[in-house]
Structures are given as C-alpha cells and as structure tokens.
C-alpha cells in the first residue's frame, strides 16, 4: 500500500499529495524515500497548504539528499533561501528576473557540481496576479520526438552561459555587467541528457545559448522550437500558489519558470535545494 495519497494534475507532470503532515514530513525517512519514488514517477509533486516552516523544510531535504548551503546568509536558518525580488529580503534580487524564463538549474555552475536533484518552495507571501510556477516534463519532451529527430539531436552539443540567461531580461545592458557574465566559464553540454536510470531527457532552457558546430542562427532556432514544443500550454503544469503550500520538482527532468508579477509585489518563497549527484552526459 501506498504511503502518499495522490491526484495526478495533468497527464505530463505534476501531482498532488494529500493528507501529509508538514512534522511527520520532516522526519520520516520512509516517507521521505516514498516523496522520492513519487518524484521520479510526477516530476512535481504539489503539497496543498503544509505549512511547511523553514527549519522543518530543511530537515525534510536533507532526507532526500544533502542540502546546499552556497547561499546562506540572506536567511536567518541556513539552507533557505528567499525567492522575492525584495531587495531588502534577497540582495541578488536583480538575478532573479531570469527565473521568468525557462530554465534547468545547475547548466551554469562556476565549477563542475553537477545540476541539482531537487528543489522545494514554500509559498509565504503570494502575488495578487501572476507569480504562478509553471513546469515541463523534459524527459517527455524526447519521449515525444520522433526517431530521426532523437537520433539527430543525440549528437548536438549545446553551450550554456549565464550571459544566455541574463541578456534575455536585462535590456539596458551596460559593458561592466556584460564583462561580468563574460567572466563566469561557459559549460557545454549534450542537447540530450541520458540518466542513470536509462531514461532520457533534453536539456533546454535560457542558458542554452548555442549548438557547437551548427549555424548560429539555425541552431538558436531549432533550440527554440524544441522549446516551444515541450512547454505548449497542454503540456504545462502551472501552479497557483496560496500560502503555506510547498512544491518540489525533479531539476533533472523538469523545466521551470515564473509568471511575471508586481515587482513591489510581497511575493516570497522559501526554497531549499537538494544536490545532485549526475552529470549531464
């Protein structure tokens, strides 16, 4: 018998779990191996109004895996970082603009860590529009190609940059921060990640600024229509959030983004990353 009750959202990604308590969460590890078998199966899971507090969500990840601190600091209990673009709350609230795109976390690390295994947002304060996270099934979206078009883009290899990312939302772009994005290393990476566990996915989103080997502008275009293609509303999972609701996704085979909301909207999430421990190959 199962340990989660679960409702599948759509027929691509995303399910809720009912009937957990947020106490009970944080420290059962079969429960918390049940959330990742879960994970595996949905890609997102939605936790409708936990109330998941910030000591109890790290204590809940560090469960899955081990937890990332690079970011401590802008938050009193460490493993937390707030997700706002309140200045006040998150000093690097700038970058986060580039969350409005879609994205694979971990594409642009500034060493070679590999993409992280999860993340969990807990909703604290909500935007009253927009402010929705939406998510896409990037194994589903190679499941969905056809043979030629997975054995073609089996042999691509695409360059991710953070400039690819960050030039998207910033339009007045000064020299000084483009030397800053210049100066953070490019990664390169195969167009089509294949797991450990046999399966496949691609790896799309806004740090991926070109194909090696392939006309610039002829690969910008076939990256953006593979885009389109996985992320076409039917396939889309978009999650409104009410506080006290907390949300994981699998980073490897789910793209991400924001809606776009206020940006003196309160919006604030509490996010917490587990680590990964495979590299894209």
């Not at 990037?138 to 690819?164: F, I, K, M, P």
């Not at 195969?190 to 610039?216: C, E, F, K, N, Q």
Request: one cysteine or more; aromatic letters at 6%.
């Amino acid at each position: 018998m199962s340990l989660l009750t679960i409702n599948k959202l759509t027929s691509s990604v995303g399910a809720e779990v009912l009937g957990i308590d947020a106490g009970r969460l944080a420290a059962d590890d079969v429960l918390a191996a049940a959330v990742l078998d879960a994970l595996e199966d949905n890609g997102v899971l939605v936790f409708p109004g936990l109330q998941l507090g910030p000591d109890e969500q790290v204590a809940f990840c560090r469960r899955l895996g081990h937890v990332d601190h690079s970011s401590d600091g802008h938050h009193p209990v460490a493993g937390i970082y707030p997700i706002t673009l309140d200045t006040s709350k998150n000093a690097s609230a700038a970058y986060l603009r580039a969350t409005f795109d879609w994205h694979i976390d971990g594409c642009t690390p500034i060493d070679d860590t590999c993409p992280q295994q999860a993340t969990v947002l807990s909703a604290v304060a909500v935007a009253a529009s927009g402010g929705e996270t939406e998510f896409a099934n990037s194994y589903g979206a190679y499941d969905e190609l056809n043979a030629d078009e997975q054995d073609h883009c089996g042999r691509l290899r695409v360059v991710h940059s953070l400039e690819a990312s960050q030039r998207r939302v910033t339009p007045d772009l000064s020299p000084e921060m483009l030397a800053a994005w210049r100066s953070r290393r490019t990664h390169e990476h195969p167009l089509v990640w294949t797991h450990r566990s046999g399966r496949r996915s691609l790896v799309l989103g806004a740090s991926a600024d070109y194909i090696v080997g392939m006309d610039l502008a002829e690969g910008r275009a076939l990256l953006a229509e593979l885009l389109e293609r996985a992320t076409v509303p039917e396939k889309v999972y978009s999650h409104t959030w009410s506080v006290g609701d907390t949300v994981i996704w699998d980073n490897r085979g789910v793209l991400h983004r924001a809606a776009p909301y206020d940006p003196g909207s309160p919006r604030e999430m509490l996010r917490t990353t587990v680590l990964g421990d495979e590299p894209i190959q």
